[in-house]
């Protein structure tokens, strides 16, 4: 599977991730997430008030070995643990499914434990969304000049 990542801008690696894939593993079926739609099977089967998608591989859009990306996770995963957060298995890919990160998706994490997790594992941009609201993309950087508007996407201020 090839892992280069090409993107020269933060808007454009916003838009990117706006418009990747992602799922969750709940009880043997994967359900979908996409940015700007509704989560309505993963809310339906797994209530929460909050949730939120973080991955810990490739820290700042940059290509890492799966060692290094294994390792990261398993930080992840023990932060996590340590927060008693409740998470489900889950994954991004780009649309052509030739970029793909696992991750988790977490139950009912406090708006402060969001950035800080994105900031701690180095990653440019997370999901989150209320319950019965449309997923957002939340980009960890500030919004360049020109940027393209996207209803769904809020950024670092």
């Not at 838009?15 to 509704?38: C, F």
């Not at 319950?131 to 940027?147: E, I, K, N, T, Y």
């Amino acid at each position: 599977m090839s892992r280069e990542l090409h993107v020269v801008s933060a808007a454009e690696l916003a838009l990117a991730y706006a418009g990747a894939k992602y799922a969750v593993r709940l009880d043997g079926d994967a359900l979908p997430l996409r940015v700007g739609q509704l989560a309505q099977d993963l809310e339906a089967y797994w209530p929460a008030t909050r949730y939120m998608f973080i991955t810990a591989w490739n820290p700042a859009s940059e290509p890492h070995s799966d060692g290094a990306n294994e390792a990261a996770d398993a930080l992840l995963v023990a932060e996590l643990a340590a927060l008693g957060l409740a998470t489900q298995p889950a994954w991004a890919e780009d649309e052509s499914g030739r970029w793909r990160e696992p991750g988790w998706v977490l139950a009912d994490p406090e708006p402060a434990t969001v950035d800080r997790l994105a900031q701690q594992f180095g990653q440019a941009a997370v999901l989150v969304w209320e319950h019965g609201q449309p997923v957002r993309l939340r980009m960890m950087l500030p919004r360049p000049a020109g940027a393209t508007s996207c209803d769904h996407t809020d950024w670092l201020e």
